[in-house]
């Protein structure tokens, strides 16, 4: 009697590890989708700065400095292979890509241009998708390394080989401050 009831709390203890297990997988796999759906918008956005930047040469020549620091930018921030790196190159072509609009609000005549307004409607969608990108990323990692510091699954996760996730990150402090507003003059 007793050879049965613990041969049934084995059964139990092995259901329980594969369930758990199979959950921890589903949940990585989610994590990896995530992470590449940032790189797809991440390479969207790349694959339009070419021609941003030449329709903004075009009308502003002596900007060249600022359009061939995007231009570098771009190839570094597609050979990217780790969350962290690419949050790095992101936040960097974030940047520069706000002072190449700082630099077409310059040029009334290039803020008319039509292929110029059509590539910029363009980055903004790419920009919307790659925030709700990061955002199903983040919620992705924050599920699997909740399950993976949680008991019990964290008796079974670290053994079959699952640790936690890099949440994705802008590590500009800039963005940790709220901005200092001042009506003095």
Do not use: C
């Not at 041969?7 to 995530?34: F, H």
Request: avoid cysteine.
């Amino acid at each position: 009697m007793i050879g049965w009831i613990l041969l049934g709390v084995g059964v139990v203890a092995l259901l329980y590890a594969v369930v758990i297990y199979n959950r921890l997988v589903r949940l990585r796999a989610l994590v990896r989708e995530g992470f590449s759906g940032i790189t797809v918008q991440l390479r969207r956005r790349a694959d339009l700065i070419p021609n941003l930047v030449e329709t903004v040469k075009g009308y502003a020549t002596h900007e060249r400095g600022t359009l061939d620091q995007i231009t570098r930018l771009r190839a570094d921030a597609t050979r990217t292979n780790s969350v962290g790196q690419t949050a790095q190159a992101d936040a960097q072509m974030t940047g520069l890509l706000g002072r190449l609009i700082a630099i077409a609000e310059n040029y009334p005549e290039l803020k008319a241009d039509a292929n110029f307004r059509q590539l910029q409607d363009e980055l903004s969608e790419v920009e919307e998708e790659l925030a709700g990108s990061r955002r199903y990323y983040n919620a992705t990692v924050r599920d699997l390394n909740t399950r993976v510091r949680s008991f019990p699954d964290m008796l079974f996760a670290r053994p079959l080989g699952f640790d936690e996730e890099e949440p994705y990150a802008d590590a500009d402090p800039a963005i940790q401050v709220a901005p200092k507003v001042s009506f003095a003059g």
